[in-house]
């Protein structure tokens, strides 16, 4: 049961047009473009073009081919068992994004982009392509489809890289914050490539910092949120499958199973390496926390402005 829907009906418009949202029982219509749009289980489906696929190919296709598709659920659930996640999220990393939810006032409204499983409280409202388990609304990071104006703070953890246009994505986040709003956002620096259902770019702590400025965010801190240690063990992993495979890629798929294992513990000297002062210049990702504009609506046209959606 999705219990932000009430909230959300009063702050959503259509994804295509901007228009407003007409609600019916399982569905809701845009009274400008007529667009239909699902809502499944009280999640809207608000996504006017098709909702981005994985596309096929060896490099995405991983252990899963392997399997007759009727235990492909049994793998997904149980991945991380079969597969150590190489990222190691320090205690100084997640009280970052704590400290930015504690942030705001109680009746503030958030909004997580690309939310996946993560879970910041009752005033957030999680978005994502997919409507897995706690996903209030289905929509695109470049076509968010909320009012302007309408979020105290935006989460966006992991997901720059993964959007085709993210200058575009900058400037819908920047249109839904309302002025002084904040936004927190995490992308890789050195990690491995890794399609959901693409990847396009890493940035480095600079380069996050210069790619926010213009467009049109005023930088409070930048920083390492995940450190040189889960960098070395993604790389390790990686490279130590492709020196075993033979140069076949589907002996690499089977040896990275092996091969993370053997990688994983490198990940845990994160725990102090972390927040070393030079730790920016090989971590696996960094962070940004920013703000918009007080004095600035959402009509702002910065240097590469040309994305701003009306
Ligand atoms: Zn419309």
Known sequence: MNTQLIHLKYIVRCPACSGGLIWHSGSARCDLCDLEFLVVDDVPVLIADQIPQRTEGPDHAGLLQFLPPRLHPIANSSRRFV?????????????????????????ATLLNVGAGA????????????????????????????????????????????????SGQALGEIRRVLRPAGAVFI????????????????????????????QHGFLVDRTGVAVGPASAM?????????LLVSGRSGRIYRIARLATDWLAWPIKWADSWLDTHEMAHVIASGVWASARKPADQDSSFDGPRGSHHTP
């Open 83 to 107: 597969r150590p996640s190489l990222v190691h999220r320090s205690r100084h990393t997640r009280s970052l994004t704590h400290a930015f939810t504690a942030s705001f006032p109680s009746d």
């Open 118 to 165: 993560s879970n910041y409280g009752e005033n957030v409202i999680n978005l994502d392509i997919v409507a897995t388990p706690g996903i209030h609304v289905v929509g695109l990071a470049e076509h968010l489809p909320f009012r302007d104006a309408v979020f105290d703070g935006v989460l966006f953890q992991a997901v720059l890289e993964h959007v085709g246009d």
């Open 186 to 213: 995490e992308i890789p620096f050195m990690q491995g490539y890794h399609p959901a259902p693409h990847d396009h770019r890493r940035f480095t702590e600079q380069g996050l910092r210069v790619e926010l400025e």
């Open 233 to 241: 063990a993604w790389v390790t992993g990686e490279f130590l499958a």
